[in-house]
């Protein structure tokens, strides 16, 4: 979540990103075996999701600049930058009040009625305070109370028009045809 970035990681990159005509939406770094992954995820200004490709790899390179330069990073890591694709990210508040009407699923920081896991249709959101339709019940969730959230996208056929049947190009630029969690 955007929130949640430390702010001289924030300090940092957001210019790059806005110098670029982007807003971040969240960093995320994720360790693991072998170098940290440093995922950075950039939106346009329209909130549309639609960032060229040509503009990722503009701003991944600056930013690698700017780490490298700065010693921001303490050990080896890997760069991810991208735009928040098809299972669009929800990391600031002006995200969730995009997508009201759409389903969505989310994890919060600490369980809520003995659960931690949401996924439900947006109805609202207003006052820091996010309102989804669960099984049939409202859940209401404070802004704050929010780990991760994501829309769920619905795949219809018109994402497939002009598919041929084979391997093809989903919305997202990514391959069709492959695993179905891919």
Do not use: W
Not at 31 to 52: E, K, N, Y
Not at 115 to 135: E, T
Request: charged share 30%; aromatic share 4%; glycine share 10%.
């Amino acid at each position: 979540m955007y929130r949640d970035i430390p702010d001289d990681l924030k300090e940092m990159i957001e210019p790059v990103v806005e110098d670029r005509g982007c807003e971040l939406m969240n960093i995320e770094s994720v360790h693991g075996a072998g170098p940290t992954l440093l995922r950075i995820t950039i939106d346009s200004p329209s909130g549309d999701g639609r960032v060229p490709v040509d503009r990722l790899a503009e701003i991944a390179r600056e930013v690698e600049t700017h780490l490298d330069m700065h010693d921001a990073m303490s050990a080896e890591y890997r760069l991810e930058v991208s735009s928040p694709g098809l299972d669009r990210m929800l990391a600031r508040e002006k995200d969730f009040d995009a997508v009201i009407g759409t389903e969505v699923k989310l994890r919060t920081r600490r369980p809520l009625d003995g659960r931690r896991r949401f996924r439900g249709v947006l109805s609202d959101y207003q006052d820091g305070v996010v309102r989804i339709a669960v099984g049939g019940h409202d859940v209401e969730i404070a802004f704050e109370d929010i780990e991760k959230a994501n829309t769920v996208y619905a795949f219809s056929s018109a994402d497939f028009q002009g598919n041929t049947g084979g391997a093809g190009v989903l919305p997202s630029g990514r391959a069709a045809g492959g695993r179905k969690d891919d």
